[in-house]
């Protein structure tokens, strides 16, 4: 018998036991091959989660969180304890916006980036991106360059989790503006280099490519 069950990827209860019964094999959560491959969606889409679910057997998964961790914002140190409490304790988590490092590490261990959206965020800063400092644009297109390059030479297997961003209005800001438009070239960039694209929409992974 088949039943199709969509969850709320924000309910922890429904997560942990939809992993629990993925790990005994009595659910099928839509599964990616080996090599590399691209999730997209929205926020609370269920993108890390199902990207997380591909991995769930590997006892040993190189988590790399691109995000700041700042120890002051109380909320945010709340959801990271979420995130690192959901993840099997086995995996190790790494963070860094070093990519390439990562990708050509000669490591069996697959790779899971969480996520390309932060990743970029911190480069635009680092250049200074939102106060038009010479050469940002240049210092993020080596950046995108060396990443797709990593991505196309690695021999680990990788997903990449990113935010599917500018479906709304244009935004009110310039820096607004500037980070939709990088965020879609970088992902335009991504989804050309990786084996297979995804995308995630209320909890729905689809393979697209
Ligand atoms: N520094 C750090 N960041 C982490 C760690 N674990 C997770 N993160 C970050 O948490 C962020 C994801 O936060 P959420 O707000 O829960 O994700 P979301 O994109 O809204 O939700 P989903 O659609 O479920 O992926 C990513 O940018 C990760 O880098 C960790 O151990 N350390």
């Not at 050509?104 to 697959?110: L, S």
């Not at 503006?177 to 694209?197: F, I, M, P, T």
Request: glycine share 8%.
């Amino acid at each position: 018998m088949e039943f199709h069950v969509t969850i709320d990827p924000s309910d922890d209860a429904a997560v942990a036991l939809l992993r629990e019964l993925a790990g005994r094999g009595e659910v099928m959560v839509p599964v990616h091959g080996p090599g590399t491959a691209l999730v997209l969606g929205g926020a609370r889409s269920g993108k890390s989660f199902w990207a997380e679910s591909q991995l769930a057997d590997a006892a040993d998964v190189e988590y790399v969180a691109t995000s700041y961790y700042d120890p002051d914002d109380a909320e945010w140190v709340e959801r990271i304890r979420l995130h690192r409490e959901r993840r099997p304790s086995s995996w190790r988590t790494t963070e860094t916006v070093d990519l390439p490092a990562v990708l050509a590490a000669d490591d069996p261990a697959p790779v899971l980036v969480d996520c390309l959206a932060v990743w970029l965020d911190r480069v635009l800063f680092d250049a200074d991106a939102w106060n038009d400092a010479p050469g940002w644009r240049e210092g993020l297109r080596s950046k995108v360059d060396a990443l797709v390059n990593a991505i196309r030479t690695t021999r680990r297997d990788a997903i990449f989790v990113t935010n599917e961003v500018g479906l709304g209005i244009v935004p009110a800001t310039p820096g607004g503006r500037l980070y939709r438009d990088e965020l879609g070239r970088l992902n335009v960039a991504v989804a050309a280099a990786v084996d297979e694209v995804w995308t995630c929409t209320a909890g729905i992974a689809r393979r697209i490519r």
